[in-house]
Antibody, heavy 120, light 110 residues
């Protein structure tokens, strides 16, 4: 079955760029049946949709993050990535990657999540 | 886009049924049948429980069911069990081709 795994630094300094990668196993990011997405969850709060990428490279981002976020896909490595620039403490969160069904818009499966703390 | 509105908490006794509401607008829940529900236990990743309003993924108990009326979707859990205690989130597709989550509901099994 498809599994997703996030990786990247757990600590990022304010004003720098947060970079995370999601590695997909048991399936292909080149499948035309899915979007590949990032979601975050600040400590003690709810889920926030960040955006998604299609295998062709097409993207869609949450409007309030559009100026700072880039989601890209690397089909050769079966990975997709998140970059969030000019981070502040408000970007501290557990970051999840997840697959989104093209025809049902359900997030499934999810990666285990990785905590990213923004602090100097 | 604004988050969907869920009650902060609900509770029920073992064996009872509970429902969690998720209220949006015509731009999301009202116009699209792409409502999903997720269960999240502490420290774990969310798990898809319902998709496209009423559909259960393989392996999800039939004690979980979903429905929608107008701009409000609902998740019903029947025969409440201790392991159902968790946070529950709804999500919906929106007219801006994005996805939005509800604020989450903490379910307590008394």
């Amino acid at each position: 079955q498809v599994q997703l795994q996030e990786s990247g630094p757990g600590l990022v300094k304010p004003s720098e760029t947060l970079s995370l990668t999601c590695t997909v196993s048991g399936g292909s990011v080149s499948s035309g049946s899915y979007y590949w997405s990032w979601i975050r969850q600040p400590p003690g709060t709810g889920l926030q949709f960040i955006g998604y990428v299609y295998y062709s490279g097409g993207t869609n981002y949450k409007p309030s993050l559009t100026s700072r976020v880039t989601i890209s896909v690397d089909t050769s490595k079966n990975q997709f990535s998140l970059k969030l620039s000019s981070v502040t403490a408000a970007d501290t969160a557990v970051y999840f990657c997840a697959r989104v069904g093209f025809n049902d818009y359900g997030f499934d499966p999810w990666g285990q999540g990785t905590l990213v703390t923004v602090s100097s | 886009q604004s988050a969907l509105t869920q009650p902060a908490s609900v509770s029920g006794s073992p064996g009872q049924s509970i429902s969690i509401s998720c209220t949006g607008t015509r731009s999301d829940i009202g116009d699209y049948n792409y409502v999903s529900w997720y269960q999240q236990h502490p420290g774990k990743a969310p798990k898809l429980m319902i998709y496209k309003v009423t559909n259960r993924p393989s392996g999800v108990s039939n004690r979980f069911s979903g429905s929608k009326s107008g701009n409000t979707a609902s998740l019903t859990i029947s025969g409440l069990q201790a392991e159902d205690e968790a946070d529950y989130y709804c999500s919906s597709y929106t007219s801006s081709t994005l996805l939005v989550f509800g604020g989450g509901t903490k379910l307590t099994v008394l």
